[in-house]
């Protein structure tokens, strides 16, 4: 692939946009830094200060726009790059720098920053770079070498389960890089990070969503089958695309895809008769370049043909090829109970919610307190919008199935959590 940055002149890059916005978390905790400052470079004049924010209560700065290449560039390949990189730097008292270098801005997009602040110790650094590696669409990454889609597995007395995990080890290099980092990362963050570093933003929806249940499928089958544990590693996936899923520490996730993710993140995609999520695969090629994958630029140009997600779905996988799902979610305290949950709602689910926006209003105290009536009253739902403005979605009031389990995974996370950020 060329890669050649054709840089854009100030007229052409004036003329196209993306949106970004910034939050800032202590790394000890998901505790949100009031008044940290944050300073935005383009990545390519690093020396000129193009903006300085500041976050609000709940460690959030406003949304900027910021200049991108035409969006020309994000339909075809190959060509210039599609996005523009800047650098965020974001300082808070008592707290590392901590400095990501190659936020990805593509045009008529809108993306969230999140940067973990780690404290300053006697042993520690003051300063923290993270550089985020290019697009899996434009860097020269290495092919996948197609796998077998269903596993084999070894015989077992256990019923069998088809469960999300909390949480995902993700090895940061290849399989035997015994140097490489092992991150915990949550997996809805996963597959929102591994998305939004494969498929372009500014994409239909149905190649979007296409895109994300191959990855969910993948990532579960990684994890159902145990295929790294059984050879011996610690981790459930690797972050190279040679061998899985390409998965960029620290980078910008896209607020479309993150939005899609946190509805269909119980999903996978089986076949009659197959016990197992199906190891969808992914390539970079054009519609028929890579047999048995499903081709990034051809399913882009199924969608932009008018063609659903499962039409796309099928077309590379075959037409036996189901959406299933799980409502087993590993580590959940309070289990979703499947009704949506408004005002005037009742009952223990009711109680379970104020429990849990009680903690979280103690942290992100832009949410009202609120007690365990039992009843959803209007300071719930008062509670219930401002969590769901603060975390990107929809502001109804109403919680439903993404709200639910976007509160029980911070509420987890809170619980967890013994070291706090003054």
């Not at 976050?55 to 060509?79: F, R, V």
């Not at 808070?92 to 940067?115: C, D, H, K, Y």
Request: glycine share 6%; hydrophobic share 35%.
């Amino acid at each position: 692939m060329d890669n050649t940055d054709n840089t854009l002149s100030p007229i052409d890059m004036d003329q196209h946009s993306g949106k970004l916005q910034i939050q800032i978390v202590c790394e000890a905790g998901h505790r949100p830094i009031d008044a940290a400052v944050v300073k935005i470079y383009n990545s390519t004049n690093p020396d000129t200060l193009l903006d300085r924010l500041t976050t609000n209560i709940s460690g959030i700065t406003e949304t900027i726009d910021l200049d991108t290449p035409p969006l020309e560039y994000s339909m075809q390949p190959p060509g210039p790059k599609p996005y523009s990189e800047y650098l965020v730097e974001a300082s808070a008292p008592g707290l590392q720098t901590v400095t990501v270098e190659g936020v990805q801005i593509f045009p008529n997009t809108s993306s969230l920053q999140m940067i973990f602040l780690p404290r300053i110790t006697e042993n520690s650094e003051n300063s923290r770079r993270i550089v985020i590696g290019p697009h899996y669409l434009y860097g020269g990454y290495p092919i996948k070498v197609y796998e077998s889609e269903v596993k084999e597995m070894p015989e077992s007395d256990d019923p069998f389960v088809i469960a999300i995990p909390e949480y995902l080890i993700v090895h940061d290099g290849i399989p035997d890089d015994a140097t490489a980092i092992d991150y915990y990362v949550e997996y809805r963050d996963y597959i929102k990070n591994v998305v939004s570093s494969v498929a372009y933003a500014n994409w239909t929806d149905a190649t979007l969503y296409a895109t994300i249940l191959a990855t969910l499928s993948f990532t579960l089958n990684r994890y159902f089958t145990n295929w790294y544990q059984r050879q011996g590693y610690s981790f459930h996936i690797t972050a190279s695309p040679a061998y899985d899923l390409l998965w960029l520490y620290g980078r910008n996730i896209f607020d479309n895809i993150s939005l899609a993710v946190d509805y269909m993140f119980n999903l996978f995609l089986a076949r009659p008769g197959i016990l197992q999520p199906i190891l969808t695969q992914l390539c970079r090629g054009a519609i028929l370049d890579c047999p048995q994958m499903m081709s990034l630029w051809g399913a882009k140009a199924l969608g932009d043909t008018g063609y659903d997600m499962m039409y796309i779905l099928h077309f590379y996988y075959g037409s036996d090829l189901y959406i299933s799902y799980t409502n087993v979610i590993t580590g959940l305290v309070f289990p979703w109970q499947g009704t949506e949950l408004k005002l005037g709602s009742q009952g223990g689910n009711v109680g379970a919610l104020q429990k849990m926006l009680e903690l979280i209003g103690r942290v992100y105290i832009a949410i009202p307190l609120l007690g365990e009536g039992g009843t959803f009253n209007s300071q719930t739902e008062k509670a219930v919008s401002t969590y769901q403005e603060i975390f990107h979605l929809p502001v109804t009031g109403i919680v439903d199935a993404a709200t639910w389990y976007s509160i029980t995974s911070l509420y987890n996370s809170l619980i967890d959590e013994e070291r706090h950020c003054k």
